[in-house]
């Protein structure tokens, strides 16, 4: 028995319907630590009971390992669920820590090949560029995209961390259904550019780290101290040292709301995301991760909680002033191309 909660948004104007809140899965094998394959997958099936209809992964995810461990689930839900993987970044043989972004066709055709076989399916539902290489035109790099939905190996288009105008660019060439980028109380810049292209086009939102990678939910408080060696959020500059102390000072509002709504951090965080579509006029579904069925239940719990204008004024400052840049390098995220 199921008990389907979310409501659903639309991707762009001709893509799937999905749950207004997806699952990030790249914790499950990749970047946060040490992982439980059990707890995983008792993860995904409550997450689908809930509603949650959109995963998603990339190729990048533990050299292709996230797509292998996901394959079973998709395969037992096929018609239940839109499968979200990326392509772009890719890993030297020789050194498995490094990432070449790579825009080009060659390496285009290769990336969703492989997907499709760790996958194991016939088709990719949501097909990303993850990151963009700027010496390759954006519209090349759509062009062969476009190629592989008129072959059918891919559905829908999306793009990761593109600005406005590589998103106006995109859409000139082939509809784009989504755009993911990282937003949420601690991360804006997506609201001067990409945004107002994205609603003007008729282009999802698909907000990654939504909870700031954990922080936004009090569970810790300085990466270097609170995280496990193997945790890359260590060398992330807004989670250490002084800039983490700054930032921590600043979730003190997002307590306020909460208590009055007896409801955690991350459930604020989540509602305050949810409710950018209603502020922007445009679809946006969050992709929360996490590894606990008990967590997936808060995260979508957090569709229903509508907070006040006076609450998302007390709100409103805080991406202000958050200490550090979201990434050690932004030079390949869209504000550090803006």
């Not at 499950?28 to 394959?37: E, N, R």
């Not at 008792?42 to 809930?50: G, Q």
């Not at 820590?97 to 790579?102: E, P, Q, S």
Request: hydrophobic share 40%; net charge negative; glycine share 8%.
């Amino acid at each position: 028995m199921t008990d389907h909660t979310l409501p659903t948004a639309r991707l762009g104007d001709g893509g799937p319907e999905v749950g207004v809140q997806g699952l990030g899965c790249m914790g499950m094998s990749f970047a946060y630590g040490p992982t439980d394959a059990d707890a995983s997958r008792a993860t995904l099936e409550r997450a689908l009971e809930l509603g949650v209809t959109l995963y998603d992964t990339a190729d990048a995810y533990g050299a292709g390992e996230n797509e292998r461990f996901l394959s079973p689930f998709f395969k037992a839900h096929r018609d239940e669920v839109v499968i979200a993987t990326k392509f772009a970044l890719s890993i030297p043989p020789d050194d498995p820590t490094k990432r070449i972004i790579r825009n080009d066709e060659p390496y285009i055709r290769q990336a969703v090949e492989a997907s499709l076989r760790r996958l194991d399916v016939d088709v990719i539902d949501l097909y990303y560029m993850h990151r963009r290489d700027p010496d390759v035109p954006i519209e090349e790099t759509v062009a062969v995209m476009a190629d592989l939905v008129r072959e059918g190996k891919v559905k829908h288009l999306g793009l990761s961390e593109v600005t406005g105008d590589e998103l106006r660019a995109a859409q000139g060439v082939h509809p784009v259904a989504a755009v993911q980028s990282e937003w949420s109380l601690f991360s804006r810049d997506i609201e001067a550019g990409v945004v107002p292209a994205a609603r003007e086009l008729g282009v999802a939102l698909v907000p990654y780290s939504p909870l700031g990678r954990g922080f936004l939910t009090g569970s810790f408080a300085d990466a270097e101290k609170d995280l496990t060696a193997g945790d890359f959020r260590r060398q992330q500059p807004r989670f250490t040292g002084d800039n983490a102390a700054a930032n921590a000072a600043l979730l003190a509002p997002v307590r306020t709301v909460a208590e009055a709504h007896g409801a955690t951090l991350g459930q604020i965080a989540l509602a305050w995301a949810q409710q950018r579509a209603r502020v922007h006029g445009l679809p946006v579904i969050p992709i929360p991760g996490t590894r606990k069925p008990a967590r997936v239940e808060e995260n979508t719990a957090a569709t229903r909680i509508v907070l006040t204008e006076e609450e998302l004024s007390l709100l409103e400052p805080i991406a202000g002033k958050v200490a550090g840049d979201r990434y050690a390098d932004m030079t390949f995220t869209s504000a550090g191309r803006e």
